[in-house]
């Protein structure tokens, strides 16, 4: 293998200059070592396969030693912190430019910390394979550009850590190779498989990409990429002020919310930086999923996946009926370079800063095949930092948009500082909305304006540079794109039956690809399935417990691919009915393997895949709760199937309970545990794990049901599915035959309208008005049933008590007062008493809150009229009715839709305004009633002009898009 001298692999990089200053790096080294005759690897941005904490910029291996190096795109004069200041001092250029570490105080830190996590991970997995002792692990800082150092390195870390620039690196890793150790077979093969297979995933590179190149010389950065650094993203000297202030003091939670432009990608280094400055060891930035951390690389070092952080995957467990538990993990609690400290306890502190946090709660999130933790995702994490202990001296900042739509209730998002209650103490900092917003951005802050003010009734949007209204005629043209481009060009929806409808139009009508799964289907992921290269589907299929040459991909909810092959051979299929319900037919689930073309930022990988037919087909996104029980019934039964071939009473576990005695039987004769009945012996417990772990090795029914993957079509998906999902283009079915006017359906317009990075296709869209079901008409007209009691007031359900004791409140002639109030079913009943007569009457209303005229009960008759004749509300004066509930809308009347008429508020009292509206030498006085939610009831003519009347009704509908309703229809 090493016979040409120096090998050279690669695995992914992050960034395009990374990869420049590779090559360089990659050729000047090969050029080098070859010429001195010293064959060793060197592996660029390894990607780890056991821990993605673990994230190194190269990595080179010689016979005799192991050399971690990170580069950093800086030059000039860097001066080192003092001796005392060193492990977590800044490291700061002379011109003032902070040198960073990611998550770290400064590069030592940083490559201490890759440097411990190599160490554990070679203990584990290549011990005795060489004599190589891992506590002789080397690391380097290389400046991609030339720089002089001030200071020095304390000596007691000389042996392990190096700095270098583009003009030393060379002699810097010579004399490190060079160094007086034996060989420790570190270029065996079999140390070498072990680590490309087990430990890091890198393939073949190509040092020659063109002809210029072949002279190595240096490929300068371009200035823009240096110039990254040198930009400091301003926030006003209060918000800085505000971190600091919070990672000083006592409180261990900070809320950041902002809109979508607010640049929260860029708080990232700002928190960083001052939690190094008052001492804190760590302060990682985590997405939720691998969809967010791409999307936030581009700006921020070093995101790590919230998921693989917090929970322990290598130690998840499975139950007899197939269920997979993955536990919390322990908190990370290393010491850089801890080989050559001193004896002293280190002071750990944290900040962890969460992007994308709108998806963080605390409802429950348990599956029916897997479980995180407790299942309350935002009570793992805090517990996770000891966030509630007394003690604690953790810290998390929550960054997040809480106008997008979230996972569970609003009542129990981390965004939300009600949650938390007296228990934990929490900041909040709200950042402003971005001062040049783009078309889109525009769009999603017209709407998350709405939702600040609580006017979720009216909507109306217009067509910008990114942001169109589409009429039907473009629908099937759009179809048409976005099946040609789907990883490009998304069409959203707000169901999963409108998904699936168009999905299979999309699917049999524009790609003609017919109604089975077939070749160039697109899919998305529903569930976290494993997954076997293509070119290996003759191996052993199945998710194996331990890792070996055959270790299986784990692919995520969310992830898109393309269909390559399906299996369409029916012998192949695995086919499995179980009675769930005695009254029911069996339920039935069918496994059928496919070849599929994942979506990757890196490259396009095919996997095999054994996917549920059924759930493909259906309107659903997840398997029913029938589907669900069928299968874990069916993995249960598979599992007990397989421990009777070599039952628990023949096992050495039940000799070890035997003779321990540590065991209870139970008048079923089941050993059950001694302390609590309920459960089963660890030894019985111990048995089981063993068995699934054998049954899941191989191609086993077992692992092939419980790793099927539930995907469905993937032109086409829900705005809850394509959260944290960025496309170039979106098109938007916004249609939705529920109710618009509120926050939710406002909430899943803002999200997917910012899904778009260009370009925003709004099909199918019409305003969300106040006078959807308003009834227009005319005062003076006969009602259509003259029975029918006048309504005097519309309020709400939860709001109509307080809102007729205050009309009741305002009527009351001098003199009266209220001497009893009732409140029953639909009723308020109340007693009035002036001197000494009174009277008892009767408030009825609806389920919609609408308020009839009272009615006489009994008592006094004269006296009941007389207050029923100034029932109707005391007239505010018009200073003060222009500061009324309805304000807004009367505003967008006049400037928007009645630009050629003056409007006025004459009076207003409870739920009721009088408007006066003129054109030329027409006027018309208009009564207008509207609800709690600001929504109009009743838009009516009280007097004046019914021709202008008609015309002000026209305009309204029109620019509302609703239908104008015909006179015969108007009513009081």
């Known amino acids: 293998m090493f016979e040409n001298g120096v090998v050279v692999r690669y695995g992914v990089a992050d960034r395009a200059h990374e990869n420049e200053f590779f090559r360089y790096f990659a050729r000047s080294v090969k050029a080098y070592f070859d010429k001195k005759s010293i064959p060793a690897l060197l592996i660029g941005m390894p990607e780890c396969r056991v821990d993605s904490r673990l994230q190194i910029d190269a990595l080179l291996i010689t016979a005799k030693t192991l050399t971690i190096i990170d580069f950093k795109d800086y030059g000039g004069t860097l001066v080192l912190p003092d001796e005392p200041s060193f492990k977590k001092g800044q490291w700061k250029t002379v011109e003032g430019l902070i040198v960073k570490g990611g998550c770290s105080p400064n590069p030592f830190y940083q490559t201490g910390l890759q440097r411990e996590r190599l160490i554990k991970i070679l203990e584990t997995f290549c011990r005795n394979l060489t004599s190589f002792n891992a506590r002789h692990i080397s690391t380097m800082i290389c400046f991609s550009k030339k720089m002089q150092i001030r200071g020095h390195i304390p000596g007691s870390y000389r042996s392990y850590f190096h700095i270098a620039d583009e003009e030393s690196f060379l002699e810097k890793l010579f004399d490190t190779v060079c160094a007086g150790r034996e060989n420790n077979d570190l270029l065996s093969k079999l140390f070498l498989d072990c680590f490309n297979k087990k430990i890091f995933s890198s393939t073949e590179y190509d040092l020659v990409v063109n002809p210029k190149s072949l002279g190595i010389e240096c490929a300068q950065i371009p200035p823009a990429q240096f110039a990254k650094h040198q930009q400091q993203h301003k926030r006003p000297a209060t918000f800085i002020d505000k971190i600091r202030s919070f990672l000083k003091g006592n409180s261990p939670v900070l809320i950041v919310t902002g809109t979508v432009g607010s640049d929260k990608a860029q708080l990232a280094p700002i928190i960083r930086e001052e939690a190094f400055r008052v001492g804190f060891s760590s302060a990682r930035v985590f997405a939720l999923s691998n969809r967010v951390k791409r999307n936030l690389t581009s700006a921020i070092d070093e995101v790590e996946s919230l998921y693989s952080t917090l929970f322990d995957f290598s130690a998840a467990k499975i139950d007899e009926n197939g269920k997979r538990f993955i536990p919390r993990a322990s908190l990370e609690e290393c010491s850089p370079f801890s080989d050559c400290m001193s004896s002293d306890e280190e002071n750990h502190r944290h900040v962890f800063v969460v992007y994308e946090s709108q998806l963080i709660t605390n409802s429950d999130r348990t599956e029916e095949m897997v479980q995180f933790g407790t299942g309350h995702l935002l009570s793992d994490l805090l517990s996770h930092l000891g966030i509630g202990n007394e003690k604690c001296v953790n810290k998390i900042v929550f960054v997040g948009d809480r106008f997008q739509l979230g996972f569970g209730s609003w009542s129990e998002s981390c965004l939300n500082e009600n949650w938390y209650k007296d228990s934990i103490s929490v900041e909040t900092i709200e950042l402003p909305d971005v001062q040049n917003p783009t078309g889109i951005q525009e769009t999603c802050l017209q709407i998350a304006n709405a939702i600040r003010q609580g006017r979720t009734t009216n909507l109306v949007l217009e067509e910008n540079d990114q942001v169109k209204i589409c009429d039907g005629r473009l629908e099937r043209e759009l179809l048409e794109n976005a099946g040609e481009n789907s990883f490009h060009h998304k069409v959203l929806a707000y169901t999963n039956k409108q998904a699936s409808d168009l999905n299979n139009y999309t699917k049999t009508s524009i790609i003609g690809n017919g109604k089975q799964p077939t070749t160039g289907d697109v899919v998305v992921f529903e569930n976290q399935a494993f997954a076997y290269p293509s070119a290996h589907h003759n191996q052993p299929l199945g998710s194996v417990p331990q890792f070996d040459d055959t270790e299986p991909k784990r692919v995520e909810n969310g992830k898109t691919g393309t269909i390559v092959n399906v299996d369409k051979n029916e012998e192949n299929w695995l086919v499995l009915e179980e009675q769930v319900a005695k009254d029911e037919a069996p339920v039935r689930l069918t496994l059928v393997n496919a070849d599929i073309r994942l979506d990757s930022s890196r490259a396009s990988e095919t996997y095999r895949i054994p996917f549920i037919l059924e759930l493909l087909q259906s309107d659903s996104a997840k398997l029913s709760p029938m589907q669900e029980m069928a299968l874990k019934i069916h993995l249960s039964r598979l599992l007990e199937s397989h421990m009777k071939t070599r039952p628990f009473e023949k096992s050495h576990y039940f000799n070890e309970m035997m003779i321990s005695g540590d065991y209870f039987i139970n008048e079923a004769g089941q050993y059950r545990d001694k302390k609590d009945h309920r459960f089963l012996t660890v030894y019985e417990r111990r048995y089981r794990n063993e068995m699934q772990r054998e049954i899941l090795e191989g191609n086993s029914e077992y692992s092939r049901w419980l ?103 305002r009527s009351l002639a001098d003199g009266m007062t209220i001497t009893t109030a009732k409140s029953v079913r639909y009723q308020e009943i109340y007693e009035i008493a002036q001197g000494d007569k009174s009277f008892k009457m009767i408030f009825d209303y609806d389920s919609n809150g609408k308020v009839r005229s009272p009615r006489y009960a009994k008592g006094d008759k004269g006296l009941f009229n007389a207050f029923r004749e100034g029932v109707s509300g005391s007239p505010l004066s018009s200073g003060a009715a222009e500061k009324g509930q309805m304000t807004w809308l009367y505003d967008i009347v006049s400037m928007d839709i009645l630009k050629d008429c003056e409007v006025s508020v004459e009076s207003s009292s409870n739920y009721r305004d009088i408007l006066a509206i003129k054109k030329n030498a027409s006027t018309v006085n208009v009564c207008v009633d509207y609800k709690k939610d600001n929504s109009v009831s009743r838009f009516r003519a009280q007097s004046g002009d019914k021709g202008l009347f008609s015309c002000i009704v026209q305009a309204i509908c029109s620019y509302y898009a609703i239908p104008y309703p015909e006179t015969a229809l108007w009513r009081e």
Request: hydrophobic share 35%; net charge positive.
């Open 707 to 809: 790793n099927a993957a539930q995907i469905k079509y993937g032109w086409c998906m829900t705005v809850h599915k394509a959260m944290s999902n960025e496309y170039d283009e979106i098109t938007f079915s916004t249609n939705y035959e529920g109710g618009r006017r509120n926050e939710m359906y406002f909430k899943f317009l803002y999200t997917g309208i910012s899904r778009a990075r260009n370009r925003v296709n709004l099909v199918r869209w019409k305003p969300v008005s106040p006078f959807e079901k308003t009834e227009f008409g005319f005062l003076d007209q006969p009602t259509k049933n003259s029975s029918r009691k006048l309504t005097i007031l519309v309020s709400t359900m939860d709001a109509v008590t307080s809102d007729i004791r205050s009309l009741v409140e």
